[in-house]
C-alpha cells in the first residue's frame, strides 16, 4: 500500500480504503451515481479511486456549493466531495451556493479542479458553465409550491439555463435536456420551509426542486 493512501490521522483513503472496509464487512454502499460531484469528476468509479479526501476543493469553493460527504451517502464516500444547494442564506455567509463553474471569480475555470491534487476532479478542455452537466432537476410535485397552485415561481426566476418553464396551470417542469445542474433552482426553493410549516403530516424533508445525478 502506498504512504498516499495513508492520512496524516492514519486513515486508508482512496480505493485502498474503500477495499479495506469492504473486508472488514462494514460498508453500506449506495448504489452508484447517488451523489452530484463537483466540475471535473468525469467518471464515478475514478474519482472515487483517486480522491485523497484532502478537502481542498471545499475550501476554494466561491460560491459554498461543495461539502463533505457523510455515513449517510455511504462509508466509500464519505468525506468526498459532493454538492450542496439546499443551505439557507444565513448559513452561506451572502455567498452563491450555486454552481456557476467559478464565471464570476476565476474567469470560468472551476477553482475546484484547478486545486485537486490527485486529478479526482479534471476539466476537460471545453468545460464551462454552458458545457458542465453535474446532475439535473428534478420536481417533487407533492411539495412544490406552484404544484399547490400558490403562484410560487422563484425556481424558474432562479434558473440561469432557462431550463424550467410553466404549464397552462403554471406548474414549473424541467427540461432535462436545457438543465445543467448547477443547483440555482434548489437553493431559490422556499418549499423546505413553507411546507414543512403548514402541511401537517405532508411536512417535506428535502426542497420540492433538487438536483439529481446523471443516470447511466
Do not use: Y
Amino acid at each position: 500500500m502506498s504512504a498516499s493512501n495513508i492520512s496524516r490521522r492514519g486513515f486508508i483513503t482512496g480505493a485502498a480504503g474503500a477495499a479495506c472496509m469492504l473486508a472488514l464487512g462494514t460498508v453500506s454502499l449506495l448504489p452508484e451515481g447517488e451523489i452530484c460531484r463537483p466540475p471535473g469528476a468525469q467518471d464515478e468509479n475514478r474519482f472515487i479511486g483517486a480522491c485523497i479526501r484532502c478537502g481542498k476543493c471545499l475550501e476554494v469553493c466561491p460560491n459554498a456549493c461543495i461539502t463533505p460527504a457523510r455515513l449517510e451517502d455511504g462509508i466509500v464516500n464519505m468525506r468526498t466531495p459532493k454538492m450542496n444547494f439546499s443551505r439557507s442564506a444565513s448559513q452561506l455567509g451572502g455567498r452563491m451556493g450555486w454552481c456557476d463553474h467559478c464565471t464570476q471569480f476565476n474567469g470560468g475555470i472551476a477553482k475546484c479542479a484547478q486545486v485537486c491534487p490527485s486529478g479526482a476532479l479534471s476539466l476537460q478542455d471545453d468545460s464551462s458553465f454552458d458545457t458542465m452537466k453535474l446532475g439535473v432537476a428534478q420536481i417533487e410535485t407533492d411539495w412544490c409550491l406552484a404544484w399547490m397552485l400558490k403562484g410560487c415561481t422563484l425556481c424558474k426566476n432562479a434558473c440561469p439555463q432557462e431550463a424550467i418553464s410553466f404549464d397552462a396551470h403554471k406548474r414549473p417542469h424541467v427540461n432535462e435536456d436545457l438543465c445543467n445542474g448547477c443547483g440555482s433552482c434548489e437553493q431559490a426553493c422556499v418549499s423546505l420551509e413553507s411546507v414543512s410549516m403548514s402541511a401537517g403530516d405532508r411536512s417535506a424533508t428535502t426542497r420540492a426542486i433538487t438536483v439529481h445525478p446523471l443516470r447511466g
